[in-house]
T-cell receptor, first 114, second 114 residues
Framework: AQSVTQLDSQVPVFEEAPVELRCNYSSSVSVYLFWYVQYPNQGLQLLLKYLSGSTLVKGINGFEAEFNKSQTSFHLRKPSVHISDTAEYFCAVTSGAAGNKLTFGGGTRVLVKP | DAGVIQSPRHEVTEMGQEVTLRCKPISGHNSLFWYRQTMMRGLELLIYFNNNVPIDDSGMPEDRFSAKMPNASFSTLKIQPSEPRDSAVYFC????????????FGPGTRLLVL
């Protein structure tokens, strides 16, 4: 079975400050990892995904994430946030053993303050 | 590209009534997913289809819920009879078939059962 834990339910951050959102997963097999963002009153959209290769993955809007197999983590970072980054962020995992079914974490709500 | 289309966007109904939610996936996508999002339970996968065939319905809460995909361009999620605890935002997502593929989410249907 696979599972995802997002350690922070809410992260307040000031505009232009860096932010890191933590994600840990558990799976007995090789995994593929995703970060999605949900802006208020919208559906989720993909920020980035790790499939293989380089462990540092760059996504849209200046976000990046690092896959760490030994720590079973996939933390998301942005060096300087904008007000428009206020949203909820979801980490997700799939291994293929469950078909193309994604398991999502509980989400981290980011509030960017001016 | 119209993206995933869901209707209605908002639905208010009374307990005991039948509710039907509709989804049109992105053309060419052959996987379709129905999710439910609530504050208490987060984002839950209800059911998913590959090539119009239900693959995993283990997330469907109970017999009051049913989903169909009669063709590649249309799916429905039906709740009969509806209950107040069904109040949630229901998302449809579609993707190409395969574990590495990005899921594209619709804007959601906000359901309130009184």
């Amino acid at each position: 079975a696979q599972s995802v834990t997002q350690l922070d339910s809410q992260v307040p951050v000031f505009e232009e400050a860096p932010v890191e959102l933590r994600c840990n997963y558990s799976s007995s097999v090789s995994v593929y990892l995703f970060w999605y963002v949900q802006y208020p009153n919208q559906g989720l959209q993909l920020l980035l995904k790790y499939l293989s290769g380089s462990t540092l993955v760059k996504g849209i809007n200046g976000f990046e994430a690092e896959f760490n197999k030994s720590q079973t983590s996939f933390h998301l970072r942005k060096p300087s946030v904008h007000i428009s980054d206020t949203a909820e962020y979801f980490c997700a995992v799939t291994s293929g053993a469950a078909g193309n079914k994604l398991t999502f974490g509980g989400g981290t709500r980011v509030l960017v303050k001016p | 590209d119209a993206g995933v289309i869901q209707s209605p966007r908002h639905e208010v109904t009374e307990m005991g009534q039948e509710v039907t939610l509709r989804c049109k996936p992105i053309s060419g996508h052959n996987s379709l997913f129905w999710y439910r999002q609530t504050m208490m339970r987060g984002l839950e996968l209800l059911i998913y289809f590959n090539n119009n065939v239900p693959i995993d319905d283990s997330g469907m809460p109970e017999d009051r819920f049913s989903a169909k995909m009669p063709n590649a361009s249309f799916s429905t999620l039906k709740i009969q009879p509806s209950e107040p605890r069904d109040s949630a935002v229901y998302f449809c997502a579609s993707s190409l078939e395969g574990v590495k593929e990005t899921q594209y989410f619709g804007p959601g249907t906000r359901l309130l059962v009184l």
